[in-house]
């Protein structure tokens, strides 16, 4: 019996090594290409602190390598637009529309992209909800977090948000998928080692103390929630039991993770 849990040990903790490599192997990302009305404003702003050619700005023609593409555009979209939006689809880029002076009937570029962000007049360019927008758009976020550092927020934000709701249904699933325990223990684990690649990019795990200290902190805590999961059952209902202590612990080392190891910039 004790050999069989040394072995069951020894393979967490291999899959939880495994899974914090794979989190910080690197995420190569292309630019973020900035487009239309006073595109060069806007660049600017996003490019606060960004690697050389992080962000840049031009037509659909810089499409090819671009991760991302944000094309401000006033009143109703226009034929180039279009274009542009088409032509970046074509090209596998996520599109974010920034809309200057928006009209009270404005409701056709929802129609191109559904990542929309209104600039009202006077007030510049909003950066922090451009960036949220790009956050949720782009399937290489983290690549780009690493590179453009004014994106780091918005992406360390949602990298939490879907670690929590995910070990949350983890618990709630339970019984159903069988050993739930290790598997909300790699999910844990995935979501600080990716909170972590923000900040080191393709750091190699095997260069740095980093992963024994992740795979550490998701072992102990995974002993340490089933141990309150069953105290807390024999009063409560183990579906709705789970599902809490999985969220709560998860958003708890999620926050540790953000103010003691300062993984992320203060938000």
């Keep these: 019996m004790q050999r069989a849990t040394i072995s069951a040990a020894g393979i967490e903790i291999r899959d939880v090594l495994f899974a914090v490599r794979g989190e910080l192997a690197s ?27 992080a962000v840049v700005v031009g037509g659909d023609e810089r499409l090819g390598r671009a991760a991302a593409a944000v094309r401000v555009i006033a009143g109703d979209p226009s034929e180039e637009d279009d274009t542009f939006v088409r032509a970046a689809d074509e090209a596998r880029a996520a599109v974010v529309l920034v809309q200057l002076w ?53 992406v360390g934000r949602r990298i939490r948000r879907e670690g929590i709701v995910r070990a949350g249904l983890i618990g709630l699933a339970g019984d159903l998928l069988g050993a739930s325990r290790p598997l909300l223990v790699l999910e844990q684990v995935r979501m600080v080692s990716r909170l972590a690649a923000l900040r080191t990019g393709s750091v190699s795990s095997a260069e740095t103390p ?58």
């Design 27 to 53: 995420e190569p990302a292309g630019p973020v290409l900035v487009s239309g009305m006073l595109a060069d404003q806007l660049a600017r702003g996003l490019s606060a602190g960004a690697e050389p050619g």
């Design 102 to 154: 928006p009209q009270a009937e404005w409701t056709r570029p929802y129609v191109l992209t559904p990542f929309v962000v209104e600039c009202r007049p006077g007030e510049g360019f909003p950066v922090g909800a451009i960036a949220d927008r790009i956050a949720e758009a782009s399937e290489r976020r983290r690549g780009l977090a690493v590179r453009v550092p004014v994106l780091r927020d918005a």
């Design 210 to 267: 980093l992963v024994a200290g992740i795979a550490a902190a998701g072992l102990a805590g995974g002993v340490t929630m089933r141990e309150l999961a069953r105290t807390a059952r024999l009063a409560l209902p183990a579906p709705l039991v789970n599902a809490t202590v999985a969220t709560v612990s998860t958003w708890a080392l999620a926050l540790a993770v953000r103010r003691l190891a300062r993984i992320e910039p203060s938000q």
